[in-house]
C-alpha cells in the first residue's frame, strides 16, 4: 500500500505561481517509487503532467507545461513537488499526485492515487 497526500493548491492570478506537495508513506512506496503528477480539468479526461523517477535522474513532462513546471523530489522526505509558474487558465484543475513502478503518462501505469488538491487561476 502506498499513501498520497497533496497539499498547496489555491487560487492564483494568471502569470503567478503554485507549489504542490505530496507526501508518499506505506510499506510498498520502496517498490512504487516513480512519481507523477495528474490533473482534471472540468468536464475534460485526466491528463498527465510530469513525473520523476526514484533517483530524480528520470523526468518527463507533457508538453503544455514544459518549460513552465518543474518537478523535484525530496526522498528523505518522500515528498514530491511540482512547481507551477506562469500559470495560466486553462491550468486550472483538480492536480493529483500518483506513485508507479515506471515514468510513463499512461496513467494505468500508477495504482496509487491521492486524493487530489484544487488549483484554480484566475484571468
Known amino acids: 500500500q502506498v499513501q498520497l497526500v497533496e497539499s498547496g493548491g489555491g487560487l492564483v492570478q494568471a502569470g503567478g505561481s503554485l507549489r504542490l506537495s505530496c507526501d508518499a508513506s506505506?510499506?510498498?512506496?520502496?517498490?512504487?517509487?516513480?512519481l507523477g503528477w495528474f490533473r482534471q480539468a472540468p468536464g475534460k479526461e485526466r491528463e498527465f503532467v510530469a513525473a520523476i523517477s526514484r533517483n530524480g535522474g528520470g523526468i518527463y513532462y507533457a508538453d503544455s507545461v514544459k518549460g513552465r513546471f518543474t518537478i523535484s523530489r525530496d526522498n528523505a522526505k518522500n515528498t514530491v513537488y511540482l512547481q507551477m509558474n506562469s500559470l495560466k487558465p486553462e491550468d486550472t484543475a483538480v492536480y493529483y499526485c500518483?506513485?508507479?513502478?515506471?515514468?510513463?503518462?499512461?496513467?494505468?501505469?500508477?495504482?496509487?492515487w491521492g486524493q487530489g488538491t484544487q488549483v484554480t487561476v484566475s484571468s
Open positions: 500518483a506513485a508507479g513502478t515506471v515514468v510513463v503518462v499512461r496513467e494505468t501505469a500508477y495504482p496509487y
Open positions: 506505506g510499506r510498498s512506496f520502496s517498490i512504487y517509487g516513480v
